[in-house]
């Protein structure tokens, strides 16, 4: 008999250890593993087991590479039915579990996750679903990751189509949990245990691991068959890997960062590709949480330590820093150290863990090596371990040897004895996605027509394209809707009554970006931003177009090998249809040059991408068929096709069902509908009293609320708003009178422009956006509506006067209120069916809504029900056709329409850790932290803004677009933390007053009239921290003055201009002829009127610079933490704005805990005035700054916090007083005794200073701090 090898007989002394420390708790029935028989008898974790069977599956290797003899293939057999069916008892165990799946998939409830541990003997549950924080994505994506590398390696734990079909429902499951918060790795949420669920990166880490393997894997049955293949969507990739390179290091809102982490920037989960944020969270977790006997889980960590209370499970938050420097330290965390190690190939961090595990280990009295749970201070020890960490003893508690540690110690003595390579643990190579990473590769887009008519008219600018049905037959081009009902099919079993993926969930540019294999067709699917009627956003055709090169932008970044979506480029496929090129459907005036403007947009779009470049990124345009062979390919299969043509037929039969309905909506005759035979028509109704009675309760309601205390009555905002919006400190802040009839001049009266200097995406060229005329805003029609039917209402589609003056009504005479009783609901059908002015329509079925209610019967027609819901129905279609922005968003807001783009809007916000409040700034806000359902989002919005339509359409519009830009321009968002709507809504209305020298109420009215994409541009402008500009007419707008060195020109500008006042002014007081001197200045200000608009900018570019930060919310680097050592220093705390943020925040939370971030939002919330708002910021940052102030020269208060509005105050008084003695411009204001408009009492030219500099407000604010420490 020979002998063994030297390697082979360690070999089997691993095997032996393993055989002791870990298979004998093996169930020999279920194979599963039970490992904590004294407090949970017979629970079989799903984390625990499928670690375990790493264990199993890296002996089945190395008996397979290492094997001398017969006996050793005979053991690597073993190992591995061994290791298979451990998994299939698993799969088996959550299969029984089907239905919660598929509940979980529609409403993603923490009852309806699969439960985290079961019987190791019955394979049932063990807990029932609210006793236990089952919800643990990792543990079910830690699972299919596994999965995936096991079937890669060779064995077949799958065994039929109806295991298959549920695999491909755990991935519908896992696939939303980048935005789904869940218990974590610790089965308890936020690091109090009070069952709150947290959005943590180990989770969704693990979640973007098992999606990428699963995707990799191929068919899981090894021998090709058809419909074993798992699809995945790679959209919900790139949503993980934003969401975590947002996040880490930090684990979730609760925990700054989590030894946990390590599990997904190594083995098992290589889920993060960007190696300097790996090496950062590295760092990190060493930095915090490393040491001498492992790692602690998180800071402040009370589990099992000496001083928790064993009575209970949770903490009261007041507890948590008596666990501060005595966390438990946990060996499991060495093994990840070690092989991390091992994966970077780094000898001497192999030797520093492996030699620090060794010492770790248990010895038992049979001689095994056993890994403990953790490691804990005794109590006697507690003291000096706090005192200096790291000093004392400590002692192993908890299960011993811990299943999950010990696992991984078979794998470290593997890998460590070179029995196996790292690179045989990951045979889906997934640890090379942070090594090869390989730059973007270039769009391919084709640009299709969708009739002869269009084809031709872009021929005659030079642009060559296909039509639709010139494509060869092996193509077809259906919408993304066609392949979200396509993909509800995958899935679906009918024996464990489950469907596929949840219908309403979108289809993301990266999915539709690759061609589609069913049987001998190809099938490509255009973006679903392209569908039609998903909003009425999309009537706007430069929103489409600005679609268009953000969407090519991130599919340009976001298509690497790293996604590992599939082999071969991206392909997009845009369709141009005759709406994009025609104005049909509005009136003929004005509309040639609007026809030309709307041609130039879709063909300069069209020539950018032709010529290769948009939006920063490269693509290159051809016909689909030229793309062929480089364009990645998915195939779609199902096991019960039969023959080829069977999946083809689904795909085809939805395919023209969404073809008649195209069609159906094209054929439908635009222009006028419905008119019915005898029934007299007039062109307009507006010279009648009765109407001009019912057009002023109209107008009155159709005002923007900033003020929960509006009545309904009393909506109508007059001047005395200017003091709310803060608009009156500018010369043009307040409304100049028309010389024809005195009333305020509106944008419809003096045609001036807004110069936007740069749009979103494209930022080649100004664009002049009239913000004065509702007909000006009016586009051409994109699509043709896909509502149409034979209307009721009578309507000619031309330019209508939608956006009258609050203003011009409150000179008029008032309507008595008497006026409106008398007046009887025939008066009102009777002037409906007269009038086919769309603006009198509105008008008159708006009061119709308000005065009896939307589901009231107008009797219209006799011979069927007219509610005045359909009557708004019709009315909002023939808005979105004429392009009426203020009436599309009055009747969309009392039809209560959900944009289709908010909820995906808001999930991109909140998964990159930017939160939102909505509803008016300090009085009805409400906030969004955390991803919230499609029925719960409707909800808030509803709550928000009950009886305020008009607001309640146009905060989902910029929620929408702050969606968007956060996507494509990240850095816009830098050091802003939660967004505000309400206030960005009143900054919007401030610029426009500004500009267009209006008042309150006719600039929030002119907002409603503004087309979305100029909506959007302006948004982009104040997140960039530029400001809009006014341009003369016929000239070139101004250039957008961007970074703090412009500002610091305009302010050396302003300086000057000051120098030159004030020697004015001290020449006319020389003066003895008040009059002439009044004359002299009056003819100075004629003289230099052209540059007087330019000095009134300059004059008031802090304050805006202050008051748009304020409504981003957007605070210093480092300014939570920076607050945290504040409040550590003060016993007392520090107050804001009445409230105090007490010295006890700092024991319940660390200091980059998220958490506090958002309780001190939560005060600085309560603070309406956004420019207030930033000098709160600036003096808390300054007290947190001069640290030395406040602690070695000073006396810090013990009976009362430090008051932040007192501060202020005194910063006031200080600069007044010193302005007072330069005889500077606050002489007009303050310096005379009396307070000025500026917000809380503060000079308005306080607000105006920079913040550094000799007259800062820094340096106000140091004095009165000097002045409040010192004295």
């Given at each position: 008999m020979r002998s063994r090898s030297g390697s082979g007989v360690r070999l089997d002394r691993i095997l032996f250890l393993a055989e002791q420390t870990i298979m004998k708790h093996q169930d020999p029935v279920t194979a599963l593993f039970a490992n904590q028989s004294e407090n949970f008898p017979d629970h079989a974790w799903v984390r625990d087991n499928v670690y375990a069977a790493h264990a199993l599956w890296a002996l089945y290797r190395a008996f397979q590479k290492s094997a001398d003899f017969d006996e050793d293939r005979v053991k690597a057999n073993e190992l591995g039915m061994t290791c298979v069916k451990l998994m299939q008892s698993l799969l088996e165990c959550m299969m029984r579990q089907s239905e919660k799946v598929e509940e979980f998939k529609k409403h993603q409830r923490a009852l309806d996750a699969l439960h985290a541990?079961?019987?190791?003997?019955?394979?049932?549950?063990?807990?029932?679903?609210?006793?236990?924080?089952?919800?643990?994505?990792?543990?079910?994506?830690?699972?299919?990751?596994?999965?995936?590398?096991?079937?890669?390696?060779?064995?077949?734990?799958?065994?039929?189509?109806?295991?298959?079909?549920?695999?491909?429902?755990?991935?519908?499951?896992?696939?939303?949990?980048?935005?789904?918060?869940?218990?974590?790795?610790?089965?308890?949420?936020?690091?109090?245990?009070?069952?709150?669920?947290?959005?943590?990166?180990?989770?969704?880490?693990?979640?973007?691991?098992?999606?990428?393997?699963?995707?990799?894997?191929?068919?899981?049955?090894?021998?090709?068959?058809?419909?074993?293949?798992?699809?995945?969507?790679?959209?919900?990739?790139?949503?993980?890997?934003?969401?975590?390179?947002?996040?880490?290091?930090?684990?979730?809102?609760?925990?700054?960062?989590d030894a946990a982490l390590l599990t997904i920037i190594s083995y098992p989960g290589f889920a993060v590709e960007d190696s300097e944020l790996i090496e950062a969270t590295r760092e990190t977790i060493i930095a915090s949480l490393y040491g001498k006997y492992g790692c602690k889980r998180f800071l402040r960590d009370g589990?099992?330590?000496?001083?928790?209370?064993?009575?209970?499970?949770?903490?009261?938050?007041?507890?948590?820093?008596?666990?501060?420097?005595?966390?438990?330290?946990?060996?499991?965390?060495?093994?990840?150290?070690?092989?991390?190690?091992?994966?970077?190939?780094?000898?001497?961090?192999?030797?520093?863990?492996?030699?620090?595990?060794?010492?770790?280990?248990?010895?038992?009295?049979?001689?095994?090596?056993?890994?403990?749970?953790?490691?804990?201070?005794?109590?006697?020890?507690?003291?000096?371990?706090?005192?200096?960490?790291?000093?004392?003893?400590?002692?192993?508690?908890?299960?011993?040897?811990?299943l999950w540690a010990q696992s991984l110690y078979v794998i470290c003595c593997l890998l460590y004895e070179g029995f196996l390579l790292p690179s045989e643990l990951d045979p889906l190579s997934r640890r090379m996605a942070a090594i090869e990473r390989k730059a973007p590769c270039e769009v391919q887009v084709s640009v299709l027509a969708d009739s002869v008519e269009v084809q031709e008219e872009l021929r005659l600018i030079g642009i060559h394209v296909q039509r639709v049905d010139e494509l060869d037959d092996v193509f077809s081009v259906r919408p993304a809707s066609a392949l979200a009902a396509t993909l509800a099919k995958l899935g679906e079993c009918s024996k464990l009554s489950m469907t596929g993926r949840p219908l309403e969930r979108d289809v993301g540019i990266l999915s539709t970006s690759r061609l589609y294999q069913v049987g001998k067709k190809f099938v490509i699917f255009t973006p679903q931003f392209m569908d039609r009627s998903r909003s009425h956003l999309m009537y706007d055709i430069r929103i489409l177009m600005d679609e268009w090169g953000s969407e090519l932008t991130y599919l340009y970044d976001a298509w690497r090998p790293r996604v590992q979506i599939a082999a071969g480029r991206a392909l997009v496929v845009l369709v141009v249809n005759k709406g994009m090129l025609s104005s049909d459907g509005l009136s003929s005036i004005a509309n040639l040059s609007m026809t030309r403007f709307m041609k130039s947009t879709v063909t300069g779009t069209i020539k950018k991408i032709s010529n290769g470049y948009i939006g920063g990124a490269r693509v290159v345009m051809k016909n689909v068929s030229d793309f062929f062979r480089t364009t990645a390919v998915n195939k779609l299969e199902f096991h019960d096709d039969w023959d080829e043509t069977r999946s083809g037929e689904r795909i085809q039969l939805l395919a023209r069902e969404d073809k008649r309905n195209e069609k159906a909506s094209m054929d439908t005759p635009k222009g006028q509908k419905g008119a019915k035979g005898g029934m007299k028509r007039g062109e307009s109704v507006k010279d009648r009293s009765a109407y001009n009675a019912v057009h002023k309760a109209s107008m009155r309601h159709r005002s923007i609320v900033l003020d929960s205390n509006d009545s309904g009555k009393s909506k109508q905002l007059s001047d005395e708003n200017l003091v709310q919006l803060r608009l009156a400190y500018t010369r043009g802040g307040k409304a100049s009178l028309d010389p024809t009839n005195g009333a305020p001049t509106t944008p419809e009266k003096s045609g001036r422009q807004v110069t936007i200097s740069s749009s979103p995406t494209i930022r080649s060229s100004p664009i002049s956006i009239p913000i004065s005329s509702p007909s000006s805003s009016a586009l051409p029609v994109l699509h043709e509506s896909p509502l149409q039917r034979s209307g009721v209402l009578h309507t000619n589609l031309r330019a209508t006067g939608s956006a009258s003056s609050l203003s011009d009504m409150s000179g008029s005479v008032r309507l008595e209120h008497s006026q409106l009783e008398e007046m009887g609901v025939g008066d009102v059908v009777e002037m409906l069916r007269e009038t086919s002015d769309l603006e009198e329509q509105t008008t008159l079925v708006h009061y119709l809504w308000m005065k009896f209610g939307a589901d009231y019967d107008t009797r219209l027609e006799e011979w069927r029900a007219v509610t005045v819901r359909e009557l708004m129905e019709e009315v909002y279609e023939k808005a979105?056709?004429?392009?009426?922005?203020?009436?599309?968003?009055?009747?969309?807001?009392?039809?209560?329409?959900?944009?289709?783009?908010?909820?995906?809007?808001?999930?991109?916000?909140?998964?990159?850790?930017?939160?939102?409040?909505?509803?008016?700034?300090?009085?009805?806000?409400?906030?969004?932290?955390?991803?919230?359902?499609?029925?719960?989002?409707?909800?808030?919005?509803?709550?928000?803004?009950?009886?305020?339509?008009?607001?309640?359409?146009?905060?989902?519009?910029?929620?929408?677009?702050?969606?968007?830009?956060?996507?494509?321009?990240?850095?816009?968002?830098?050091?802003?933390?939660?967004?505000?709507?309400?206030?960005?809504?009143?900054?919007?209305?401030?610029?426009?007053?500004?500009?267009?020298?209006?008042?309150?109420?006719?600039?929030?009215?002119?907002?409603?009239?503004?087309?979305?994409?100029?909506?959007?541009?302006?948004?982009?402008?104040?997140?960039?921290?530029?400001?809009?500009?006014?341009?003369?007419?016929?000239?070139?707008?101004?250039?957008?003055?961007?970074?703090?060195?412009?500002?610091?020109?305009?302010?050396?500008?302003?300086?000057s201009m000051r120098k030159s006042m004030r020697a004015e002014?001290?020449?006319?007081?020389?003066?003895?002829?008040?009059?002439?001197?009044?004359?002299?200045?009056?003819?100075?200000?004629?003289?230099?009127?052209?540059?007087?608009?330019?000095?009134?900018?300059?004059?008031?570019?802090?304050?805006?610079h202050r008051r748009i930060d304020g409504a981003l919310n957007r605070v210093p680097p480092n300014f939570y933490a920076t607050l945290w050592d504040t409040l550590h220093r003060f016993p007392q705390g520090v107050r804001v704005n009445g409230i105090t943020l007490h010295w006890g925040l700092t024991q319940e939370m660390t200091r980059r805990e998220i958490k506090f971030a958002l309780e001190v939002e939560e005060v600085l919330n309560q603070i309406p005035e956004p420019e207030y708002r930033e000098l709160v910021i600036e003096t808390i940052y300054l007290v947190g700054r001069l640290e030395k102030l406040t602690t070695e020269y000073s006396s810090i208060p013990s009976d009362r916090p430090i008051d932040i509005d007192t501060i202020i105050q005194r910063a006031n008084a200080i600069f007044v007083e010193q302005n007072r003695q330069m005889e500077t411009e606050v002489l007009d204001c303050c310096a005379t005794g009396e307070s000025c408009d500026g917000a809380r009492g503060i000079c308005k030219h306080l607000y105006d200073s920079a913040p550094a500099g000799e007259y800062g407000t820094s340096h106000y604010i140091i004095k009165s701090l000097c002045s409040f420490f010192m004295h």
């Open positions: 541990k079961y019987s190791a003997r019955k394979k049932l549950t063990v807990t029932a679903d609210s006793e236990w924080g089952h919800l643990q994505l990792d543990a079910t994506s830690l699972f299919l990751l596994t999965l995936a590398q096991m079937t890669a390696s060779g064995l077949q734990v799958v065994r039929n189509f109806d295991e298959v079909a549920f695999i491909q429902n755990l991935v519908w499951y896992i696939e939303t949990g980048y935005r789904t918060p869940d218990f974590g790795v610790w089965e308890r949420g936020d690091k109090t245990n009070q069952g709150i669920r947290e959005l943590n990166a180990s989770s969704i880490g693990m979640v973007k691991a098992a999606l990428q393997a699963l995707n990799s894997v191929g068919d899981l049955f090894g021998d090709g068959s058809k419909g074993s293949v798992i699809h995945v969507m790679p959209d919900e990739i790139e949503q993980c890997t934003a969401v975590l390179e947002s996040m880490l290091p930090r684990e979730s809102f609760s925990k700054e960062t589990y099992k330590t000496v001083l928790e209370d064993g009575s209970r499970l949770y903490y009261n938050k007041s507890e948590l820093q008596q666990f501060e420097d005595i966390e438990c330290e946990w060996p499991v965390f060495i093994c990840f150290l070690l092989l991390d190690a091992m994966y970077r190939k780094d000898e001497s961090d192999v030797e520093r863990y492996w030699r620090q595990l060794d010492e770790l280990l248990v010895v038992c009295p049979a001689g095994f090596r056993y890994v403990p749970e953790l490691y804990k201070v005794e109590r006697d020890c507690v003291s000096g371990e706090k005192a200096n960490r790291g000093s004392q003893p400590r002692a192993y508690d908890g299960p011993t040897p811990y979105c056709e004429s392009r009426e922005w203020s009436l599309i968003r009055l009747t969309s807001g009392l039809l209560r329409k959900r944009l289709d783009e908010l909820p995906k809007a808001v999930t991109h916000l909140l998964v990159r850790q930017k939160q939102l409040t909505v509803g008016m700034p300090s009085k009805k806000e409400e906030a969004i932290t955390c991803p919230k359902t499609n029925e719960e989002l409707k909800d808030i919005m509803y709550r928000a803004y009950a009886d305020d339509p008009n607001a309640f359409t146009l905060s989902q519009e910029i929620i929408v677009y702050l969606g968007s830009l956060v996507r494509t321009e990240p850095k816009l968002f830098t050091e802003v933390f939660r967004l505000r709507v309400g206030l960005i809504i009143q900054v919007l209305a401030s610029e426009l007053a500004r500009l267009r020298n209006l008042s309150a109420a006719d600039a929030l009215q002119n907002l409603l009239t503004i087309s979305p994409f100029e909506m959007k541009s302006m948004l982009f402008l104040l997140l960039s921290g530029r400001l809009l500009e006014d341009a003369s007419e016929g000239g070139e707008g101004k250039g957008a003055r961007t970074g703090i060195g412009s500002f610091r020109k305009q302010i050396e500008e302003r300086k002014k001290k020449e006319d007081r020389d003066s003895n002829e008040s009059g002439s001197s009044s004359k002299s200045l009056e003819e100075s200000g004629e003289e230099s009127e052209e540059s007087g608009e330019s000095e009134e900018e300059v004059f008031g570019i802090w304050l805006r």
